[in-house]
């Protein structure tokens, strides 16, 4: 063994890519490897990359591993695996290699881009093409991922299982084939390059993407009605939603477009059934009035918007926390109402959960933000956490001779009747109304139902499920939705440095728990607010609620390139703290 | 003990409308009441879905369970709550401008999906509630209003044809100057299974006073209708001159309702997960 390439077992993990052009099979090698570093009790992420062609384009699967939960990707990779050169260099930024990387590539592939070069790498090469040529339809990302499995330490047993699961839809032959190119890659070259222990087999592990996650979080929520048009990077909610739904009684409509998706839910959710749909900012941006329907109709509805490139068009297939600004203040008129962010893929299924049954007990509109990196990501994680509250909406079941459906109460609730109950009849308005439904433009109505509809969600007791916090110290990195995974990863690094740090990752971003806020940030002499958009969206709506001290920091980046651990650790140095 | 027939008044809510005297709307409310009252719907089995205009606001008039949205989005709503609760009697109510103008899309579609509801549109050729503009069936040389001071030089949209094109399974034209045909229609209307649309020409008294003599001009139609011919109904609805009246075309077709029966605890779902 050859100690000089190898690293030492670090708790950051291991990081691996692999990239490929169309057809090469890097994202399903991608899968492989994490599957089989589930079997080895590791915990991971990966995350995908596709150049701009709609199918067939060059792609890249970005995967993390560790003993510990993976919040993020590193600063660096520790292995690039190569299955050729095409069009390398659209990843080059996504992919940062150093010196102590190592590069897997085939000779057969061509000269060694300049570009790869320059970074000082070692390069190992093995022949895919040839060993894969050897085989009837041998595959040489087969080939390389067997190589790539000896670089990180996995067992061949656990990588061989991992091709049986992830292709096992492709027939025995496609099979067979594949552990045979596994094992000629596997069998090459035999020095590891890391020595991360194997924690062995664990129990309660989970393997699933953040998309999937936020729709399992709708359907434990209650959901069982969807309406939704397709966007990428939503579909994958949807797609997986529609065929589960059927199967517990529910059901999901393809809409003509996001007005009738939004519309859609609006009604069915009016009808009693708990309703949600899925989209991405250029259908948010067409949702928009619709909600306000919801809102004042007091019609409880979830939108899950997964955060993509804007504005306009964009960048459809890349992250960015950009929409915090139409979710909290698109909406005409006075209009609170709920935004959460998931933090995580494992906390996509409590906060999406915790989205609806919001919505539902506060008769309102939830808005719950993830984005392309949270949603389009694998991870394998412990078994996610949901709530343990059962919020539901309150039913008239037998309304009284004076049923006023917007009534005045104590929490500002009012229960709804549902269409077939008799004597609760009254017609839901977008119009300003009285208590009872009736359309009104009297100064006195329109001030009673404003306060109602904010006090409803001023008064509840959100508890602590607000925000994640962690750590101590004088410095606080304030975050929200999937960035918390970076900052988490930040904060651990400064521990290691023996630095404290407090991380305050936002989950309910309005009404905005401003008091609770402001304790968190009490004897805190450097605060840095951390986002992935180009404006400052947090940070600006944190001045603006009056929650930020002045000399607090903005660490504002857009997508798509995503937030390296590095680049914060650096906004925080002495040096740049005032 | 015999249960007394249910009379229109009986459907009226205690909401006054907000209508001008002698708006065409006026009609159409009484002749939905009564044909509800002809068939005896149990008036909290049916809910009653608008948009936004002056025809828009008849759900509150009604005594039932209505919903009152935004702007050329009803069918949406409505398509969305029949969805989610077949049970109930789904009755969409708007102007030409919510249905054919802004919720232009929603009408091709809610005629292809074919889900068993009734769509009345309130034509009356202007948008009502905005004071008086071209709407997509007003005449393309209709000057009276300030924002197309030389008419629209646009021609008119043809509900009925594009209902047929899109795939609607029932057609129908009435008038509100004539309540009991009208009524007549709107019963077979409801009891259509699947999509059915019923085009209205209710007048409007104050911005398009020149309706009043729609009374000479609305006629029945001669042919031996409905048919359930779409050739015929094509040549019928082209040759037409937009005021005749009567139900144009009627055919089953399948309708679209989605019905799961439960199979699958939510925790089975989760299972897909673990590793
Ligand atoms: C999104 C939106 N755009 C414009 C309006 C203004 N508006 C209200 S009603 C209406 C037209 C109504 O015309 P129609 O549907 O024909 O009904 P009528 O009043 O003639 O019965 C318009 C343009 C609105 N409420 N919402
Ligand atoms: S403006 Fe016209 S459509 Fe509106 S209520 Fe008056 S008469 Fe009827
Ligand atoms: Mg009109």
Partial sequence: MNNDSQASASDDGFSVAITGSGGSGAVTAGRILLEAAAQCGFQGLMTRSAGPQIRGGESAAMIRFSPDPVACMGDEYDLLVALDWLNIERFADEIPLSAKSLILCDPAAGEIPALLRSNGAEIREVPFKVFASGLPEGRLNMVALGAAAVVCGLELSAMEASVRQVLQGKGEQVVETALRALGLGYNHDHRPRIT???????????????????????????????????????????????????????????????????????????????????????????????????????????????????????????????????????????????????????????????AVQLAEHLQTISLVLSDQSLGQSQA??????????????????????????????????????????????????????????????????????????????????????????????????????????????????????????????????????????????????????????????????????????????????????????????????????? | MAVPAPKAKNYKSDIKPVWCPGCGHFAVLAALTKAMAHLGLIKENVAVVSGIGCSSRLPAYIDSYGFHGIHGRALAAASGLKAARPDLTVIVAGGDGDGFSIGGNHFLHACRRNMDMTYIVMDNEVYGMTKGQASPTTRPTWSDSKMTPHGTGIPRFNPAAIALAAGAGFIARGYAGEPSELTRLLVEAIQHPGFAFVQVLSGCVTFRPDQRGWKELVHPFIDDLPTEDRTKAAQIIQADDGKATGVIYAVRFPVWQPENPKEVELSDLEEEFHR
């Fill in chain 1, 196 to 354: 991360i222990p194997s924690p062995g087999r664990q129990d309660n592990r989970w393997s699933i993407t953040g998309n999937q996650a936020c729709g399992l979080g709708a359907l434990l929520g209650g959901v069982r009605f969807v309406a939704a048009y397709p966007i990428t990077p939503a579909s994958e909610i949807l797609e997986w939603l529609a065929p589960r739904l059927e199967k517990l009684g529910g059901s999901l409509l393809q809409a003509e477009d996001e007005l009738a998706s939004i519309n859609m839910i609006i009604g069915a959710s009016f009808g009693g059934v708990p309703s949600l749909t899925a989209t991405s900012g250029p259908g948010l941006s067409l949702m928009v009035e619709g909600l306000g329907l919801a809102l004042v109709s007091e019609t409880p509805v979830t939108v899950i918007n997964v955060m993509r490139g804007g504005p306009s068009t964009g960048i459809p297939t890349k992250s960015e926390q950009s929409d915090l600004n139409i979710a909290l203040y698109g909406l005409h008129g006075d209009a609170p109402h709920l935004v959460l962010a998931p933090l995580s893929i494992r906390d996509a299924v409590f906060t999406t959960q915790w």
């Fill in chain 1, 380 to 578: 394998i994680i412990e078994a996610p956490p949901r709530c343990k509250q059962s919020l539901q909406r309150a039913v008239e079941r037998s309304p009284g001779g004076d049923y006023r459906r917007y009534q005045l109460t104590q929490d500002n609730i009012s229960a709804m009747t549902l269409p077939g109950t008799p004597g609760g009849m009254y017609t839901a308005d977008g119009l300003e109304h009285n208590t009872r439904g009736t359309p009104s433009s009297m100064a006195a109505d329109h001030r009673e139902q404003l306060n109602k509809r904010l006090r409803k969600l001023e008064k509840y007791d959100f508890g602590d499920d607000w925000a994640e916090i962690e750590g101590e110290g004088e410095q606080c990195i304030i975050t929200w939705g999937s960035s918390a995974g970076v900052v988490k990863e930040v904060a651990r690094r400064l521990r290691q440095q023996g630095e404290e740090a407090r991380v305050i990752a936002l989950r309910l971003l309005a009404p905005l728990r401003r008091q609770r806020l402001r304790q968190a940030l009490e004897g805190m002499r450097k605060i840095l607010v951390v986002e992935q958009n180009h404006g400052g969206q947090l940070f600006h709506y944190l001045h603006a609620q009056g929650a930020l001290p002045p000399s607090a920091q903005s660490l504002a980046q857009p997508g798509p390139l995503p937030l390296r651990p590095g680049r914060i650790l650096r906004a925080l140095e002495p040096e740049n703290r005032r």
